[in-house]
């Protein structure tokens, strides 16, 4: 039986998040540089994308490169850097043609003019598509996110726009990075590590994990179908019983 007509298409997860880990690992096992594997690794977010929006997966976050990757050697970042501005030039035609929305999060601003411009550039062109949402976490930290938003809702505090006593989950939801959009149902790590990396630590509250050891550059649509159907053998309580009635994702917060 094909993979995907083992899915459940009524419970599909809304939106699925990919931590994309053993780009170097695979290289090193190639004889070949960490930007080999990198290089690889844009073939392998295309067939997840191509995969999703088949199965009609409405939200995709991938975390692309994390506020601590900046600590990595120069040339490893100019490279990704580079690397990323091509992919964007490349993929966002096709992207467009097949009604997928691209939206980024993350301290852009931080990010070099020329991968920032083309980054804007593809979120304008694409704003008015609906089929998928790509999310592109780059520059991100969930600490980091979780700082800024405190200091967004302190600032209103200080104006007299919000009291103490009004914040709560939704206001401190609005000021994230990830303001109007689900939090994931599901969080794929490739690779083998078992662990989320200061990536969206408020939104994954209640997510399901999946951890495979395929490393990044080897990830297809198929693996990404696999995660989908383990996670749909998963019961999902959200710290109710089993006779409750079943809640979402969104009904906790």
């Not at 994308?49 to 900046?70: C, D, H, K, M, Q």
């Not at 078992?194 to 509250?205: D, G, K």
């Amino acid at each position: 039986m094909d993979l995907k007509q083992r899915i459940n298409k009524d419970k599909l997860p809304g939106h699925i998040a990919l931590i994309m880990d053993g780009n170097g690992r695979w290289a090193k096992q190639r004889g070949e540089q960490r930007i080999f594997g990198h290089q690889h690794g844009v073939e392998s977010i295309r067939d997840t994308v191509r995969t999703a929006g088949e199965i009609g997966v409405p939200y995709l976050t991938f975390f692309a490169f994390s506020t601590e990757n900046w600590c990595r050697p120069v040339e490893e970042v100019e490279t990704l850097m580079d690397l990323l501005v091509k992919a964007i030039q490349t993929e966002t035609p096709e992207l467009n043609e097949n009604g997928v929305r691209i939206r980024a999060i993350g301290d852009l601003d931080s990010l070099p003019e020329k991968c920032r411009i083309q980054l804007e550039d593809a979120i304008a062109l694409t704003s008015k598509n609906t089929r998928l949402t790509v999310n592109v976490a780059l520059s991100y930290s969930a600490r980091w996110e979780i700082v800024n938003a405190t200091r967004k809702i302190a600032q209103k505090v200080a104006n007299n726009e919000l009291s103490p006593d009004e914040i709560d989950d939704t206001h401190f939801q609005q000021a994230l990075e990830t303001a109007g959009i689900p939090d994931p149902d599901l969080l794929i790590r490739t690779s083998g590590e078992l662990r989320i990396s200061n990536f969206m630590l408020w939104q994954l509250a209640y997510t399901e994990l999946y951890f495979t050891p395929v490393l990044w550059p080897d990830f297809r649509g198929k693996h990404l179908i696999q995660a989908i159907i383990e996670y749909q053998r998963r019961e999902r309580r959200f710290g109710k019983l089993k006779c409750q009635p079943p809640a979402t994702i969104n009904e906790v917060k």
